[in-house]
């Protein structure tokens, strides 16, 4: 998959150091995916939300941190729209 809203992940991770290793993870593994369907993310990431068509939320490092992404399962798209913490996802409009 093509990530799209990096910078939004680099700008969290010089905020949160101890989110460093869990998001480089994350970043890695959905470059290296190939998500035809939710499934396939499910399949991977069991804990992730589907809010409505495409739009996944990811919980990283154990829950301490979300990550909101639009996924295209056509395009092999993975548009990064917002990362958080706990507190701040419960703020979130999406």
């Given at each position: 998959m093509?990530?799209?809203?990096r910078?939004?992940?680099?700008?969290?991770?010089?905020a949160?150091?101890?989110?460093?290793?869990?998001?480089d993870?994350?970043?890695a593994?959905?470059?290296?995916?190939?998500?035809?369907t939710?499934?396939?993310?499910?399949?991977?990431?069991?804990?992730?939300?589907?809010?409505?068509?495409?739009l996944?939320?990811?919980?990283?490092?154990?829950?301490?941190?979300?990550l909101?992404?639009?996924?295209?399962?056509?395009?092999?798209?993975?548009?990064?729209?917002?990362?958080g913490?706990?507190?701040?996802?419960?703020t979130?409009?999406?």
């Amino acid at each position: 998959m093509r990530i799209v809203g990096r910078e939004e992940v680099e700008r969290f991770m010089k905020a949160h150091a101890d989110a460093r290793g869990p998001l480089d993870s994350w970043l890695a593994e959905v470059e290296a995916a190939t998500w035809q369907t939710p499934q396939d993310v499910l399949d991977r990431y069991p804990r992730t939300s589907f809010i409505r068509k495409g739009l996944a939320v990811f919980d990283i490092k154990g829950n301490d941190y979300r990550l909101a992404a639009q996924i295209g399962f056509n395009s092999g798209v993975v548009s990064v729209l917002r990362v958080g913490t706990h507190a701040e996802y419960d703020t979130w409009k999406l």
